[in-house]
Protein backbone atom coordinates (compact mmCIF):
# COMPACT_ATOMS: atom_id res chain seq x y z
CA UNK A 1 0.00 0.00 0.00
CA UNK A 2 1.61 3.35 -1.02
CA UNK A 3 2.13 5.78 1.77
CA UNK A 4 -0.53 8.79 2.48
CA UNK A 5 -0.27 12.48 3.03
CA UNK A 6 -0.68 12.53 6.43
CA UNK A 7 0.17 16.20 7.61
CA UNK A 8 1.42 19.56 6.33
CA UNK A 9 4.19 20.71 9.37
CA UNK A 10 5.21 24.02 9.96
CA UNK A 11 8.76 24.11 11.35
CA UNK A 12 7.69 27.44 13.78
CA UNK A 13 9.28 29.62 16.51
CA UNK A 14 6.30 29.87 18.69
CA UNK A 15 4.34 26.29 17.65
CA UNK A 16 1.67 26.75 20.12
CA UNK A 17 0.57 30.45 19.00
CA UNK A 18 0.67 29.58 15.30
CA UNK A 19 -1.23 26.67 16.20
CA UNK A 20 -3.92 28.46 17.87
CA UNK A 21 -3.84 31.15 14.59
CA UNK A 22 -4.20 28.39 12.13
CA UNK A 23 -7.53 26.98 14.15
CA UNK A 24 -8.88 30.51 14.69
CA UNK A 25 -8.73 30.89 10.87
CA UNK A 26 -9.78 27.80 9.56
CA UNK A 27 -12.03 26.50 12.75
CA UNK A 28 -10.46 23.51 12.64
CA UNK A 29 -9.73 21.74 16.14
CA UNK A 30 -6.74 22.23 18.28
CA UNK A 31 -5.50 18.84 19.68
CA UNK A 32 -3.37 18.35 22.77
CA UNK A 33 0.53 19.75 22.31
CA UNK A 34 3.29 16.71 22.99
CA UNK A 35 7.11 17.01 22.46
CA UNK A 36 6.40 16.29 19.15
CA UNK A 37 4.45 19.83 18.45
CA UNK A 38 1.27 20.77 18.52
CA UNK A 39 -1.52 19.39 16.06
CA UNK A 40 -4.85 21.21 14.21
CA UNK A 41 -7.17 18.51 13.16
CA UNK A 42 -9.34 18.77 10.32
CA UNK A 43 -13.51 18.93 9.93
CA UNK A 44 -12.92 15.76 7.44
CA UNK A 45 -11.22 12.73 9.37
CA UNK A 46 -10.25 11.41 5.87
CA UNK A 47 -8.00 15.14 5.15
CA UNK A 48 -4.51 16.10 6.34
CA UNK A 49 -3.27 17.30 9.63
CA UNK A 50 -1.05 20.42 10.60
CA UNK A 51 1.61 19.71 12.86
CA UNK A 52 3.52 22.65 14.46
CA UNK A 53 7.07 22.04 15.33
CA UNK A 54 9.16 23.36 17.21
CA UNK A 55 12.60 25.57 15.40
CA UNK A 56 14.99 28.06 15.89
CA UNK A 57 15.84 28.78 12.42
CA UNK A 58 14.58 32.29 11.34
CA UNK A 59 12.33 32.79 8.57
CA UNK A 60 14.99 34.10 5.63
CA UNK A 61 13.58 33.86 2.52
CA UNK A 62 9.65 33.33 1.21
CA UNK A 63 8.52 30.00 1.60
CA UNK A 64 8.66 27.64 -0.96
CA UNK A 65 5.26 26.65 -0.30
CA UNK A 66 1.90 28.40 0.84
CA UNK A 67 -1.71 27.79 1.64
CA UNK A 68 -4.75 28.95 -1.21
CA UNK A 69 -7.77 29.64 1.10
CA UNK A 70 -11.30 29.83 -0.80
CA UNK A 71 -13.53 32.10 -0.60
CA UNK A 72 -17.68 31.39 -0.79
CA UNK A 73 -18.77 34.17 -1.46
CA UNK A 74 -16.83 38.71 -1.72
CA UNK A 75 -18.58 39.14 1.87
CA UNK A 76 -16.76 35.64 2.81
CA UNK A 77 -12.97 36.90 2.07
CA UNK A 78 -13.49 39.97 3.43
CA UNK A 79 -14.50 37.72 6.88
CA UNK A 80 -11.56 35.53 6.12
CA UNK A 81 -8.97 38.35 6.06
CA UNK A 82 -10.32 39.93 8.36
CA UNK A 83 -10.20 37.07 11.09
CA UNK A 84 -7.02 36.24 9.98
CA UNK A 85 -6.11 40.15 10.89
CA UNK A 86 -7.75 39.72 14.12
CA UNK A 87 -5.78 36.76 15.11
CA UNK A 88 -2.44 38.22 14.60
CA UNK A 89 -1.98 37.93 10.74
CA UNK A 90 -0.68 40.99 8.99
CA UNK A 91 -0.98 42.26 5.24
CA UNK A 92 2.09 41.31 2.63
CA UNK A 93 2.95 42.99 -0.59
CA UNK A 94 4.31 40.36 -3.08
CA UNK A 95 3.68 42.55 -5.91
CA UNK A 96 0.26 40.89 -6.04
CA UNK A 97 -1.57 43.36 -8.83
CA UNK A 98 -5.24 44.86 -7.49
CA UNK A 99 -7.07 42.95 -10.40
CA UNK A 100 -5.65 39.67 -9.59
CA UNK A 101 -8.34 39.55 -6.78
CA UNK A 102 -6.56 37.57 -4.32
CA UNK A 103 -5.34 39.20 -0.96
CA UNK A 104 -1.39 38.11 0.54
CA UNK A 105 -0.97 38.04 4.23
CA UNK A 106 0.79 36.18 6.74
CA UNK A 107 0.59 34.39 9.55
CA UNK A 108 2.40 35.60 13.20
CA UNK A 109 5.55 33.61 12.23
CA UNK A 110 5.30 34.91 9.15
CA UNK A 111 4.46 32.52 6.33
CA UNK A 112 2.54 33.46 3.58
CA UNK A 113 -0.61 32.34 2.31
CA UNK A 114 -3.53 33.96 0.19
CA UNK A 115 -6.79 34.38 0.22
CA UNK A 116 -8.00 33.93 -3.06
CA UNK A 117 -11.79 35.66 -4.10
CA UNK A 118 -14.99 34.07 -4.88
CA UNK A 119 -15.82 32.48 -8.30
CA UNK A 120 -12.15 31.07 -8.32
CA UNK A 121 -13.05 27.66 -10.64
CA UNK A 122 -10.11 26.00 -10.62
CA UNK A 123 -10.21 25.71 -6.48
CA UNK A 124 -14.17 24.75 -6.63
CA UNK A 125 -15.31 22.01 -4.62
CA UNK A 126 -11.55 22.03 -2.73
CA UNK A 127 -13.00 22.88 0.65
CA UNK A 128 -11.99 26.23 3.03
CA UNK A 129 -7.90 25.31 1.88
CA UNK A 130 -7.86 25.36 -1.99
CA UNK A 131 -4.79 24.54 -2.74
CA UNK A 132 -0.90 24.15 -1.15
CA UNK A 133 0.98 26.10 -3.95
CA UNK A 134 4.13 25.26 -4.29
CA UNK A 135 7.43 26.52 -6.26
CA UNK A 136 8.28 23.12 -7.79
CA UNK A 137 9.16 21.78 -11.17
CA UNK A 138 7.06 19.95 -13.68
CA UNK A 139 9.12 16.99 -12.80
CA UNK A 140 8.27 17.15 -8.88
CA UNK A 141 4.47 17.63 -9.68
CA UNK A 142 4.83 13.86 -11.48
CA UNK A 143 6.76 12.65 -8.55
CA UNK A 144 4.24 13.08 -6.68
CA UNK A 145 1.43 12.16 -8.60
CA UNK A 146 3.04 8.83 -8.39
CA UNK A 147 4.24 8.72 -4.89
CA UNK A 148 0.64 9.68 -3.15
CA UNK A 149 -1.34 8.03 -5.84
CA UNK A 150 -2.96 11.22 -7.11
CA UNK A 151 -3.95 12.29 -10.02
CA UNK A 152 -2.66 14.82 -12.35
CA UNK A 153 -5.61 17.49 -12.09
CA UNK A 154 -3.55 20.39 -14.43
CA UNK A 155 -0.62 19.68 -16.57
CA UNK A 156 -0.01 22.80 -18.62
CA UNK A 157 2.80 25.28 -19.52
CA UNK A 158 5.28 22.92 -16.77
CA UNK A 159 2.94 23.88 -14.51
CA UNK A 160 1.17 20.76 -12.84
CA UNK A 161 -1.10 19.93 -9.79
CA UNK A 162 -2.59 17.29 -7.95
CA UNK A 163 -5.83 16.48 -5.94
CA UNK A 164 -7.14 13.08 -4.43
CA UNK A 165 -9.22 10.98 -5.97
CA UNK A 166 -11.57 11.99 -2.93
CA UNK A 167 -11.38 15.77 -3.48
CA UNK A 168 -10.04 18.26 -1.19
CA UNK A 169 -6.97 20.34 -1.14
CA UNK A 170 -4.94 20.50 -4.66
CA UNK A 171 -1.31 20.62 -4.38
CA UNK A 172 0.25 22.70 -7.44
CA UNK A 173 3.56 23.29 -8.68
CA UNK A 174 3.94 26.90 -10.61
CA UNK A 175 6.73 25.53 -12.99
CA UNK A 176 10.18 27.63 -14.02
CA UNK A 177 11.82 29.80 -12.65
CA UNK A 178 12.21 27.72 -9.54
CA UNK A 179 13.63 30.44 -6.94
CA UNK A 180 17.38 28.29 -5.50
CA UNK A 181 16.67 26.19 -2.16
CA UNK A 182 18.36 27.95 0.53
CA UNK A 183 18.28 25.79 3.88
CA UNK A 184 15.45 23.36 4.65
CA UNK A 185 11.57 24.66 4.04
CA UNK A 186 9.93 25.57 6.89
CA UNK A 187 6.92 23.68 5.17
CA UNK A 188 7.05 19.93 4.30
CA UNK A 189 4.71 17.10 3.61
CA UNK A 190 4.54 14.15 6.03
CA UNK A 191 3.56 11.14 4.86
CA UNK A 192 2.53 7.90 6.64
CA UNK A 193 1.62 4.27 6.01
CA UNK A 194 -0.61 2.06 7.86
CA UNK A 195 1.49 -0.07 10.44
CA UNK A 196 1.30 -2.77 9.15
CA UNK A 197 2.93 -1.87 6.36
CA UNK A 198 6.73 -2.43 4.55
CA UNK A 199 8.33 0.60 5.53
CA UNK A 200 11.82 0.08 3.65
CA UNK A 201 9.48 -1.60 0.77
CA UNK A 202 7.65 2.03 0.54
CA UNK A 203 11.09 3.55 0.91
CA UNK A 204 12.99 1.89 -1.75
CA UNK A 205 9.70 3.00 -4.07
CA UNK A 206 10.18 6.67 -3.37
CA UNK A 207 13.73 6.07 -4.33
CA UNK A 208 12.99 4.62 -7.79
CA UNK A 209 10.34 7.28 -8.16
CA UNK A 210 13.32 10.01 -7.77
CA UNK A 211 13.80 10.87 -4.05
CA UNK A 212 16.57 10.65 -1.92
CA UNK A 213 16.92 8.90 1.28
CA UNK A 214 19.31 11.23 3.95
CA UNK A 215 20.64 9.73 7.13
CA UNK A 216 18.18 11.35 9.13
CA UNK A 217 15.62 9.76 11.09
CA UNK A 218 14.98 7.08 13.26
CA UNK A 219 12.72 4.12 13.77
CA UNK A 220 9.22 6.21 13.75
CA UNK A 221 10.43 8.71 10.98
CA UNK A 222 12.60 8.62 8.01
CA UNK A 223 13.65 11.99 5.58
CA UNK A 224 13.43 12.19 2.52
CA UNK A 225 13.89 14.66 -0.41
CA UNK A 226 11.95 15.28 -3.50
CA UNK A 227 13.12 15.28 -6.87
CA UNK A 228 13.34 18.98 -6.22
CA UNK A 229 15.54 18.48 -2.81
CA UNK A 230 12.71 19.58 -0.77
CA UNK A 231 12.36 17.41 2.74
CA UNK A 232 9.27 15.12 4.00
CA UNK A 233 9.08 12.52 6.15
CA UNK A 234 7.87 8.72 6.08
CA UNK A 235 6.56 7.88 9.71
CA UNK A 236 4.28 5.28 10.89
CA UNK A 237 1.08 7.02 12.33
CA UNK A 238 0.82 6.25 16.08
Known amino acids: MTSQLFAICFNATRPSGLARFWSGLLGWELADGT ?6 LPPDAAGFRIRFLPSQE ?3 RQNQAHFDLTSATPEDQQQTVARALGLG ?14 VVLADPDGNEFCVIGAGNNFLADTGSIGALACDGTQQVGYFWSEALGWPLVWD ?17 WGGPPVAPKTGPNR ?12 REAEIARLVALGATRTDVGDSDRALMLDPDGNEFSLRRPR
Open 156 to 172: QDEETAIQSPNGGTKIT
Open 89 to 102: GKHLDVGQLPEEGH
Open 35 to 40: DQGTVI
Open 58 to 60: PKT
Open 187 to 198: LYLELALPADAD
